[in-house]
């Protein structure tokens, strides 16, 4: 069982608190991704639990033993916690090899375990080069396959593709959550990207001024962010100002359909996705603003008549948008239920 | 438990924890591995100056302020001021005007220039001072001294302001002309302001040099303190007067330091970022100021180099048409290669600890030996030597006159050196690939040997092989302390110039000044490949990690 739990961990560097009581568990397996704006407190979280920095107070415990707590610190080299940092960090001293058998002792027995990690990661007959003949790619593969290796029961990923460039980083990604996966070992994946979290994550945790503010799979935290922060900080949102009534609220885009029953006034988060464009005449009227094309989808903006003037909503379309102009007078229509938060 | 984390699942013990340790200091402490060889190496860098201290004490506080209020020791030390001064202003001039003519003009064979501006370096100034002795016997102390000092340490003014003016950044020169100021109101008023503190550092350096400096002073009979106290550690048994000489000496030049230390920081400030990719534009000279300019540098060309290499070659011819001794001549220098690789060993050795510790580890107390490490960089070597003999006559008497007694003086003189090496390649080497190291079972130990020291292993040999070097050609130190019968290239030298024997001395000084050609090579070399490997993703993360530490 090697499962990941931390539990009140607070962390400061002698000023205000990087990490302020902050509560995450990981099952066994599962790859998490730390989800926050930089500056958040990630990057001291993974040192923490890394053991590189001690935690001021609060527990992590892994696999069932106690590895930080008032008073007991563990040394990284006793934690069985492997970390990819960014850049990959290969020992430019030693080859491929050499990296990814580092954590293991010398002999026969190793050799073999460092090829099947070559291989699991695409690199197999890499092993007698050096950490400078290989691209970016490869060398963030093989600070993976270096810090498997020695079957630990935790991976640590610090924002391990932001220096890939983009076309090069989903194939990465997708290689790394194989390799993940086919290890079965327990991941948390630190990013500052959104996409990269709920592309590649089982478990998305949004971590916000040294806490977590929510953790969901990554479709239910799309769906229904705990709140209006967290929905604005995972995708795009219109958030519009309704007055609820059981599974129904009254807006500017007509009557919406809840998730949950709900009374009162509050807000909705409306993804652009799910609104559609109709004829003029049918759904709500509104005016086309304005157009930004992103090649595989773009949005639409459009103002509808509000209570208190025109409410600006953006809608996402597939494809390009040459059916519209802007100043042309369409309809739209929300497909599908929203999440409401009560005013406070 | 040292050992690796063996693949696959681990059975830790039945508490279920793996043995933690407390936490204690919330800051990483520096580990004993380090620590205790760190404040044996500090101990060693501080015991001459202690023990000197103790020593000028006596015969009581009353001898010491008897010896320091005598007229000729006030002669003395105003004597030591003046030439420092001299040298020091000439220097100035010197270096700025050599540097500007190579770097920022349109002068004719400007790069060969610079590196013939620049070579004067790989001379020892007491081989100058015997080049010149011997060239002209009449010279006259001061004078000479001037002379031949400042002609060895203009290139410490001359190559920061040199590096200033080749990558100062054009646009404020730009801004100034654009503002309606002239060419020379530009220079006076933009360009000499921008080098003012490089020009400050470097100057510091000679001060510090030349108030330090034996050799030449002694060879050309001037009275300066380094040379009073050599002659009356000969002429008398009593150890008191060098003792209170050093000391003043040793107070002189650490204000020299204090004010170095001040002006770096502020040139550090100063400096404008290395990655200007555009040039300047160099000052077109007219044909008169061309003319001018080229005079001037082969004027210092031929007084710096030029002499050196005539006169030598001179008693060369002389001294072996009457027969070269090549058997002394080997034996010296076997004698040095032994010294000094013994000296360069020792030296890294005890720089090791204190360098990693400086790099990795900035606690108080860390910082503390530090400092203690980089005494000798204020010690004269002559006064490092006079208190070591002191001591190994009162308490150490059979090593007095061994060498491992000459060997401990190289490690105080030259730790500086070595300490900044490794701390440098220390520091260029990631932590980041530390910790990777721990996390993959490695104890703080095991990451030194298998991570830190491979990776900082070429600078820490490249420190190594400057301090084999720089003491090849170490003068003080080696004649006061050399085992009995042993003779060096510089004190075979010595002796040649003592009795007027140039042209016996002549082959000693070539080789002396090609051993020191060596070192101005290597750090050229070195520049070099540090501005290769500078990579600026790894520079950020160095930045990150520390200001996260």
Not at chain 2, 451 to 474: H, Q
Request: aromatic share 6%; proline share 7%; net charge positive.
């Amino acid at each position: 069982m090697s499962e990941l739990v931390v539990e009140g961990l607070v962390k400061s560097f002698g000023g205000p608190r990087v990490l302020d009581g902050l509560d995450l568990t990981v099952p066994e397996g599962a790859l998490a991704a730390v989800l926050g704006s930089s500056g958040c407190g990630k990057t001291t979280l993974l040192r923490v639990v890394a053991g590189f920095e001690p935690a001021d107070a609060g527990t992590i415990v892994l696999s069932g033993t106690k590895v930080a707590s008032p008073g007991r610190h563990v040394p990284p080299e006793r934690r069985r916690v492997g970390v990819v940092p960014q850049e990959g960090a290969l020992f430019p001293h030693l080859t491929v090899a050499g990296n990814v058998g580092f954590g293991l002792g010398r002999g026969r027995k190793n050799a073999v375990r460092v090829d099947e990690l070559l291989e699991l990661v695409g690199l197999a007959g890499f092993g007698g080069r050096m950490p400078y003949e290989l691209s970016g790619g490869q060398q963030q593969r093989v600070a993976l396959a270096r810090a498997l290796a020695p079957g630990p029961a935790l991976v640590l990923l610090d924002e391990p593709f932001s220096a890939l460039d983009t076309g090069l980083r989903a194939a990465v990604r997708e290689d790394v959550r194989t390799a993940l996966r086919a290890t079965g070992a327990t991941a948390v994946l630190v990013t500052h990207d959104q996409e990269e979290a709920l592309s590649m994550a089982d478990l998305v945790a949004v971590m916000d001024r040294g806490r977590i503010a929510q953790v969901a799979a990554p479709g239910e935290l799309y769906a229904s962010p705990v709140d209006l922060g967290v929905a604005t900080f995972v995708g795009d949102a219109v958030i519009l100002d309704v007055v609820a009534d059981g599974l129904l609220a009254a807006s500017a885009l007509g009557t919406l359909e809840l998730r949950e029953q709900m009374h009162g006034s509050g807000r909705v988060v409306v993804r652009p996705e799910q609104i559609t464009l109709t004829d003029a005449g049918s759904g709500i009227p509104a005016t086309v603003t304005a157009t930004v094309f992103y090649g595989h989808d773009a949005l639409v903006r459009v103002d509808v008549a509000g209570s208190d003037g025109p409410v600006p909503v953006s809608i996402r379309r597939l494809g390009a948008p040459t059916d519209v102009s802007i100043g042309e007078s369409v309809g739209v229509r929300v497909v599908g239920p929203v999440s409401f938060y009560p005013a406070v | 438990m040292a050992a690796p984390v063996p693949a696959g699942p681990v059975t830790l013990d039945s508490s279920g924890t793996p043995g933690g340790t407390a936490v204690g200091a919330r800051r990483k402490r520096p580990p004993a591995v380090l620590v205790v060889p760190a404040t044996v190496a500090a101990a060693i860098a501080v015991l001459p100056l202690g023990y000197l201290v103790v020593r000028s004490l006596d015969r009581g506080p009353a001898e010491l302020l008897d010896i320091v209020w005598r007229d000729r020791t006030m002669r003395l030390t105003l004597q030591s001021l003046w030439l420092t001064g001299s040298v020091t202003v000439l220097s100035l001039v010197v270096g700025v005007s050599l540097a500007w003519l190579t770097t920022r003009t349109t002068l004719p064979w400007r790069s060969g220039w610079a590196v013939v501006a620049a070579l004067p370096l790989a001379v020892p100034s007491y081989v100058a001072a015997y080049v010149w002795i011997a060239a002209f016997p009449r010279l006259d102390p001061f004078l000479g001294s001037v002379l031949v000092l400042t002609l060895c340490c203009y290139p410490y003014v001359l190559l920061p302001v040199a590096a200033m003016l080749y990558r100062a950044d054009p646009a404020l020169e730009e801004v100034a002309r654009s503002l309606g100021r002239g060419q020379w109101r530009t220079f006076l008023t933009v360009t000499l302001r921008q080098v003012r503190p490089a020009a400050a550092a470097g100057a510091l350096l000679v001060a510090l040099y030349t108030m330090s400096d034996f050799g030449v002073p002694a060879i050309l009979r001037l009275d300066v303190l380094t040379r009073d106290i050599f002659i009356s550690y000969r002429s008398s048994f009593d150890g008191t007067r060098p003792a209170v000489l050093g000391l003043i000496l040793v107070l002189l030049t650490v204000v020299i330091v204090w004010g170095e230390g001040r002006s770096r920081g502020r040139a550090a400030q100063a400096r404008v970022g290395a990655g200007t990719a555009r040039r300047q534009q160099p000052m077109v000279l007219r044909p008169w100021a061309t003319a001018a300019g080229l005079s001037w540098l082969a004027a210092i060309a031929a007084l710096a180099l030029g002499v050196p290499v005539v006169s030598l070659a001179y008693w060369v011819s002389r001294g072996s048409s009457a027969g070269l001794d090549l058997g002394a001549l080997g034996s010296a220098a076997g004698a040095t290669i032994l010294v000094a690789a013994l000296g360069a060993l020792v030296t890294t050795a005890l720089a090791v600890p204190v360098g990693v510790l400086a790099a990795r580890y900035r606690t108080m107390g860390v910082r503390l030996l530090e400092q203690a490490s980089y005494a000798g960089h204020a010690l004269p070597g002559l006064v490092v030597a006079l208190s070591l003999v002191f001591l190994g006559v009162r308490y150490a008497q059979p090593i007095y006159q061994q060498a491992p007694l000459l060997i401990v003086a190289y490690a105080v003189l030259f730790l500086p050196a070595a300490v900044g090496a490794v701390r440098a390649s220390v520091a260029q080497a990631p932590p980041v690939l530390e910790e990777v190291a721990r996390s993959l079972g490695r104890s703080p130990g095991r990451v030194l040997r298998d991570v830190t020291l491979p990776l900082a292993g070429p600078g820490v040999a490249a420190g190594a092989a400057l301090v084999f070097l720089t003491v090849m050609k170490e003068l003080p130190a080696t004649l006061l302390l050399r085992p009995t019968g042993m003779e060096t290239l510089a004190t075979r030298l010595w002796a040649g110039t003592e009795v007027g024997a140039y042209a016996a001395a002549a082959p000693y000084g070539a080789l002396l000044i090609l051993l020191a050609a060596l070192p101005t090579f290597l750090l050229g070399y070195r520049r070099r490949s540090a501005t290769l490997e500078a990579e600026p993703a790894r520079a950020a993360r160095l930045d990150r990690v520390e200001v996260a530490t």
